[in-house]
């Protein structure tokens, strides 16, 4: 059987010594030549500019809290967790709370003519972790003034503080006092939010309005709801705020990244 070639198609290998046409007044190109049409680093030293933050920026875009309507939803949220006895809402704060082990934690406050809300409300994922509770007629001492550390201690902190505390006749123990997340001191310390700086907490943010506010509510639910050995109404002290902080190397590293505040912490994850 006789077998027929194929037609083969046809080469497209280049001879070296090829040239190409590009039309009538223009010089042949060499392939080989080439390279000088495409040169190994085309964009050169190019690379993207690393702009610095827009002028003007300021701790609402550095805090969750003052994103518009986070604090709105946050003070609703709040308030539906209020009896009808309690009465209406007379102030809200966002103040920072400190805890025993000098760490900061920003704190919404409610005040009604019968009881103190303490939320910790987490504004990122726009929750209610914790309300704390305290009837007016319970808190016995308010203390303010500026916080008192032992020399050697690496955390210190300056400006007011307010104390408020619903027994002072308690003592905590050794065991509460050492525990980071001990939860039955009997007394709350408060001091400014870091966003006042800023303008956009104004009055929220006055640690004065707070104190007023709660004095004159402390004083009148006593007079109304006397307790048994309280009849003399709370006790009002202006001294140093004294904290137990012997090192404080722990609340030094957390307020320093301030890790108690709901806010963007840029190159490192939430």
Known sequence: MEHQLEPSAPSTQLEPDATFTQGPGVNPVNPADLSRLYPPLPRGEFSPSVLPPPPGQSHRDEFFALRPGALQAAISETERTL????????????????????????RLLLLTPRVLLVSHYDFVGLSCHLLVRIP???????????????????????????????????????????????????????????????????????????????????????????????????????????????????????????????????????
């Open 136 to 270: 007016l007629q319970y808190i016995d001492t308010i203390t303010v003034g500026p916080f008192h550390f032992p020399t050697t201690s690496l955390s210190r902190r300056c400006g007011l503080g307010l104390r408020l505390g619903w027994d002072k006749l308690h003592e905590s123990t050794f065991r509460s006092r050492w525990n980071p997340w001990a939860r039955d001191l009997p007394t709350v310390i408060l001091t400014e939010h870091p966003g006042v700086e800023s303008g956009h907490l104004a009055p929220l943010g006055s640690l004065e309005s707070f104190r007023w506010e709660l004095t004159q509510g402390v004083r009148t639910a006593h007079q109304e709801q006397p307790l048994a050995g309280r009849a003399n109404g709370p006790l009002i002290l202006e001294k140093p705020i004294e904290m137990e902080t012997v090192l404080g190397l722990v609340s030094a590293l957390s307020n320093w990244a301030q890790l108690g505040y709901a806010k963007p912490r840029r190159m490192l994850a939430f």
């Open 83 to 106: 009896e009808e006895e309690d009465g209406k809402v007379q102030g809200t704060w966002l103040l920072t709370e400190v805890d025993h082990w000098n760490r900061e934690s920003e």
